[in-house]
């Protein structure tokens, strides 16, 4: 637990008050505790919480787990891109690519009290972006372990491929920048190794294009976000966590004896009745709501400032057994389009990248999609993109990069979110720290 982030207003350093916990769940509670959102973020921590003893319910307004941010991302586990975006860098990419529709990063200049307050505090985080980093890197080595037990545990297939994350570069400045992102990582623990040319294409032959050079990190891993937490869901119900799927939350409130959650049903009826609103009471509550969190957070009393920023992805189907030949198996990263890959089983391929700040807007934009296919088609040209299904969603990303795993001003309160680009790579072990914290908090409160 020495990554994760306890107070309303985090700060980076290693916090001593979350207990230890063992894979098999050492800690018991019998504490009621509502989760809002069953994305990755939410059901990890359903599962850590029923682990452990909870009596937990999960509230989500879609009628299946996993159907926003957790639906169909890059698919990376990457620690190794786990270095955060805080620098005078990214700003002046930013200011640069502000009018150019395909940019990997694009920020819609109209402006909003919201995303002005985000991006000051993004400037003022520049000075932690060493710290920031090397949390992140250790909170990213820290998850994989709670993973794969977690995937053991349920026996879930998501199409996991053990192959390792190729990040590769066509200039030597580029190169030279990624050198310099590889100490940074180092400190955090992560071992990635520098590769030339003739070998990024012994690791993947697919790959087409003159490179510079690449680096290559071996323990990083990929598979199919919405499988596994489809997969854990069901795992959540043998466990006796209840589901509340299609059921939305219209407030929540907390007082010193209890939580409050009024919901109501948002299942299509037959007839012209209503669903009537309902009031269920608990002992604590994780909010887990993407970018849902701020409003929630805000009716909590915590600020939680999160943004929305759009990613895109496409899924190339592979029907027939060229494309699959072309496609590549090794996941890649390619910096300088901000685009990553991973192979999601014989027959799938996804393609991912972009960041867009453009509110809660969850458009797909041609223009925004054009890139990823026009990328598959220089990189793989045997592979057909004939069968390419687009999709967006919104990451939610705080000023820091950090998630907010923390309890609110109510003790009864609690956050696992923020994630940001990180959420696939980072929620095992966010979930398995704030069920630690809740848990601890509810023993000490019995």
């Not at 894979?23 to 919480?49: D, F, H, P």
């Not at 809660?360 to 999609?369: G, H, L, Q, W, Y």
């Not at 950090?402 to 979930?431: D, E």
Request: proline share 5%.
């Amino acid at each position: 637990m020495s990554t994760l982030l306890t107070q309303p207003e985090p700060v980076s350093k290693p916090v001593s008050s979350v207990p230890k916990s063992s894979a098999s769940g050492s800690t018991s509670s019998s504490a009621r505790v509502a989760v809002i959102g069953a994305g990755i973020t939410g059901i990890t921590t359903a599962y850590n919480l029923a682990k452990r003893g909870c009596a937990v319910t999960v509230f989500e307004k879609h009628p299946y787990a996993a159907m926003e941010t957790s639906f169909a991302n890059g698919g990376q586990l990457s620690a190794s891109n786990a270095e955060v975006w805080n620098s005078w860098g990214t700003v002046l990419k930013g200011m640069k690519w502000m009018f150019t529709p395909g940019a990997p990063l694009l920020v819609n200049p109209k402006p909003s009290w919201h995303k002005m307050s985000w991006m000051a505090e993004f400037v003022a985080a520049i000075p932690k972006h060493e710290q920031n980093t090397v949390t992140t890197v250790r909170m990213a080595i820290e998850a994989r372990e709670h993973l794969t037990r977690m995937a053991k545990e349920a026996g879930i297939d998501f199409d996991c491929e053990q192959r390792g994350i190729l990040h590769f570069y066509n200039n030597k400045k580029d190169f030279d920048a990624a050198a310099k992102t590889s100490v940074l990582l180092a400190k955090g623990g992560l071992t990635r190794r520098a590769v030339t040319p003739s070998e990024i294409h012994t690791i993947e032959p697919a790959l087409k294009g003159e490179l510079y050079g690449g680096f290559y990190t071996e323990s990083d891993f990929t598979g199919d976000i919405h499988k596994f937490t489809i997969g854990l869901a069901k795992a959540c119900e043998r466990l006796g966590v209840k589901m509340l799927f299609g059921t939305k939350v219209l407030s929540v409130a907390a007082s010193a004896a209890q939580v409050t959650v009024a919901h109501i049903s948002t299942e299509p009826l037959l007839d012209e009745k209503h669903h009537d609103t309902e009031i269920s009471t608990f002992d604590q509550i994780i909010v887990c709501s993407g970018v849902l969190s701020r409003d929630l957070g805000a009716s909590l009393g915590d600020r939680i400032n999160v943004y929305p920023v759009k990613g895109y992805s496409i899924t190339v189907s592979l029907p027939d057994a060229a494309d699959q030949a072309a496609a590549p198996w090794v996941s890649l990263l390619d910096d300088n389009a901000k685009i990553v890959t991973s192979r999601l089983g014989l027959t799938r391929f996804r393609v991912a990248g972009t960041a867009e700040f453009n509110g809660t807007n969850k458009d797909i934009r041609a223009e925004r999609i054009d890139p990823l296919v026009t990328w598959c088609r220089a990189h793989f040209p045997g592979m057909s993109t004939r069968h390419a299904v687009p999709w967006a969603g919104l990451r939610p990303m705080m000023p820091d990069m950090l998630p907010r795993v923390m309890q609110g001003k109510n003790p009864r309160v609690f956050y696992n979110t923020g994630h940001g680009h990180l959420g696939w790579t980072l929620s095992a072990a966010t979930a398995d720290a704030v069920a630690a914290l809740a848990t601890a908090a509810a023993r000490s409160n019995a």
